[in-house]
T-cell receptor
Framework: AQSVAQPEDQVNVAEGNPLTVKCTYSVSGNPYLFWYVQYPNRGLQFLLKYITGDNLVKGSYGFEAEFNKSQTSFHLKKPSALVSDSALYFCAVRDLSGGYNKLIFGAGTRLAVHP | DTAVSQTPKYLVTQMGNDKSIKCEQNLGHDTMYWYKQDSKKFLKIMFSYNNKELIINETVPNRFSPKSPDKAHLNLHINSLELGDSAVYFC??????????????FGQGTRLTVV
């Protein structure tokens, strides 16, 4: 079965510092990996995805993610954090069981960026 | 224009009541989903419809009944509401023919509180 794990419940970072939100995956076959963000009292917003190609994927709001096959990881990164980046971040993997698409989400990581 | 819209945004109701949440997408997608986010923020798929046909039905109590009158709408009806049904319910859609987008577009969520 496909799964993703987000080992950190919360990540704290100072504004202006680089941030990393970790995600590891377990899949059979080629992984399709995604990052979503949920701002307080808001819906889910798509950030970026990895399907194939370059291991470094660029997404919305200055975020990027690095796909590492040997470490089965897909960590979310940003060179310089903003206070407005504070939110809940979800890593997800596509599951094609039964021949139909669905997303399997990680437990989420709360990012807190301090001024 | 809102791509995936859910109504209502908030719903507070008493135990035992029956309630419905509506979802509409104007993206021309073939596939629609319902995801549930529990109090610990964990997201899990509940149902998926493709062209009005139920294709994914995870382990969900049969008090929950999805209904898709057409491929642009997927409503969720819940009978005999219980306290444990309190959660945020997200609707999502994806183009069936594009396997790299298994629910990229999410609604804003419906926060259901059962008292």
């Amino acid at each position: 079965a496909q799964s993703v794990a987000q080992p950190e419940d919360q990540v704290n970072v100072a504004e202006g510092n680089p941030l990393t939100v970790k995600c590891t995956y377990s899949v059979s076959g080629n992984p399709y990996l995604f990052w979503y963000v949920q701002y307080p009292n808001r819906g889910l917003q798509f950030l970026l995805k990895y399907i194939t190609g370059d291991n470094l994927v660029k997404g919305s709001y200055g975020f990027e993610a690095e796909f590492n096959k040997s470490q089965t990881s897909f960590h979310l990164k940003k060179p310089s954090a903003l206070v407005s980046d504070s939110a809940l971040y979800f890593c997800a993997v596509r599951d094609l069981s039964g021949g139909y698409n669905k997303l399997i989400f990680g437990a989420g990581t709360r990012l807190a960026v301090h001024p | 224009d809102t791509a995936v819209s859910q109504t209502p945004k908030y719903l507070v109701t008493q135990m035992g009541n029956d309630k419905s949440i509506k979802c509409e997408q104007n993206l021309g997608h073939d596939t629609m989903y319902w995801y549930k986010q529990d109090s610990k923020k964990f997201l899990k798929i509940m149902f998926s419809y493709n062209n009005k046909e139920l294709i994914i039905n995870e382990t969900v109590p049969n008090r929950f009944s999805p209904k898709s009158p057409d491929k642009a709408h997927l409503n969720l009806h819940i009978n005999s509401l219980e306290l444990g049904d309190s959660a945020v319910y997200f609707c999502a859609s994806s183009p069936r023919i594009n396997p790299s987008d298994p629910g990229r577009d999410f609604g804003q969520g419906t926060r259901l509180t059962v008292v």
